[in-house]
T-cell receptor
Framework: QQQVKQSPQSLIVQKGGIPIINCAYE??????FPWYQQFPGKGPALLIA?????SEKKEGRFTISFNKSAKQFSLHIMDSQPGDSATYFC???????????????FGEGTQLTVNP | EPEVTQTPSHQVTQMGQEVILRCVPI?????FYWYRQILGQKVEFLVS????????KSEIFDDQFSVERPDGSNFTLKIRSTKLEDSAMYFC???????????????FGPGTRLTVL
């Protein structure tokens, strides 16, 4: 119930393509869904996040689509660039009171390669 | 831009030895976390810390692990007797109070790679 399932495991696109990474969850108590970008040897960095009361959020070339009824959300990268090559993790946070842990549950990650 | 820092970047230790991983969270943050990432796998939650006590821990965080905020700036993870399977990248993260900007975001440090031989 705490898991977040992510697919695909790896993805290769040409420059300018639109890679799409998908995540699914079971627990409806999740209330915050961030996407993290991780370059080799670095820590995850927040890319974009969404709450379940919104169906889409766009920041620059990155868009999250959220389907609450299906318990699925996805990341789209418009006009992808070689510099976008990284590992992308979706995550979810349980709805809890202010002083609790607010742990993030991560998906398995997607290794994206954008070829020039 | 404020950032989470971690030391050392790489720690090599013998099985059974104690290690302490250090983190300096962002200065006005009050929530602190440790996560780990075994090579090629997903990031896993270990523990969260608030108001000088553990607020949540995972099943991974057994009696061999402990956390401490010894002063106003550092946050440490101690592994008392390391095992081979503790080899992983350990990430510290911190989060601020509820504000319009960064309430939800956990900021991650660059990680400490722990290698247990």
């Amino acid at each position: 119930q705490q898991q977040v399932k992510q697919s695909p495991q790896s993805l290769i696109v040409q420059k300018g393509g639109i890679p799409i990474i998908n995540c699914a969850y079971e627990n409806t108590a999740f209330d915050y869904f961030p996407w993290y970008q991780q370059f080799p040897g670095k820590g995850p960095a927040l890319l974009i996040a969404i709450r379940p009361d919104v169906s889409e959020k766009k920041e620059g070339r990155f868009t999250i689509s959220f389907n609450k009824s299906a318990k699925q959300f996805s990341l789209h990268i418009m006009d992808s660039q070689p510099g976008d090559s990284a590992t992308y993790f979706c995550a979810a946070r349980m709805r809890r009171k202010e002083t609790s842990g607010s742990r993030l549950t991560f998906g398995e990650g997607t290794q994206l390669t954008v070829n020039p | 831009e404020p950032e989470v820092t971690q030391t050392p970047s790489h720690q090599v230790t013998q099985m059974g030895q104690e290690v302490i991983l250090r983190c300096v969270p962002i200065s006005n943050h009050l929530y602190f976390y440790w996560y780990r990432q075994i090579l090629g796998q997903k990031v896993e939650f270990l523990v969260s810390f608030y108001n000088n006590e553990i607020s949540e821990k995972s099943e991974i965080f057994d009696d061999q692990f402990s956390v401490e905020r010894p002063d106003g700036s550092n946050f440490t993870l101690k592994i008392r007797s390391t095992k081979l399977e503790d080899s992983a990248m350990y990430f510290c993260a911190s989060r601020g109070l509820r504000t319009s900007g960064d309430y939800n975001e956990q900021f991650f440090g660059p990680g400490t790679r722990l290698t247990v031989l």
